[in-house]
């Protein structure tokens, strides 16, 4: 399994992103796949995820409200939509995906992850 993340650039506060995870899979609807995010001297943290077989979704309670994650099986394609963007939420934004209906908020129980793509906010 491949994934791509792509999507990232430089925006101001407040502005808008749509972030999205390529995947290489035969059938991305039954992966669930995970948001995660490292910003520069910081640990890897949790952002979204989407569930497989389903597509429930959660999210850190630092980005409830103003990211959605979406997915687009037909596509194999799982979207992460930022509005409302601030200068904490600067970072390496990376997907994982596990098969199943996993859906955790923990980076360890995600087998295949992708390169990030960088988001960078400024004030």
């Known amino acids: 399994v491949q994934l791509q993340a792509s999507g990232g650039g430089l925006v101001q506060a407040g502005g808008s992103l749509n972030l999205s995870c390529a995947a290489s899979?035969?059938?991305?609807?039954?992966?669930?796949v995970g948001w995660f995010r490292q910003a520069q001297g910081k640990e890897r943290e949790f952002v979204a995820a989407?569930?497989?077989?389903?597509?429930?979704?959660a999210y850190a309670d630092s980005v409830k409200g103003r990211f959605t994650c979406s997915r687009d099986n037909a596509k194999n394609t799982v979207y992460l939509q930022m509005n409302s963007l601030k200068f904490e939420d600067t970072a390496v934004y990376y997907c994982a995906a596990e098969a199943g209906v996993l859906f955790s908020p923990q980076s360890s129980r995600y087998t295949y992850w992708g390169r990030g793509t960088q988001v960078t906010v400024s004030s």
């Open positions: 989407t569930r497989g077989f389903g597509g429930n979704t």
């Open positions: 899979v035969r059938a991305l609807s039954t992966y669930s």
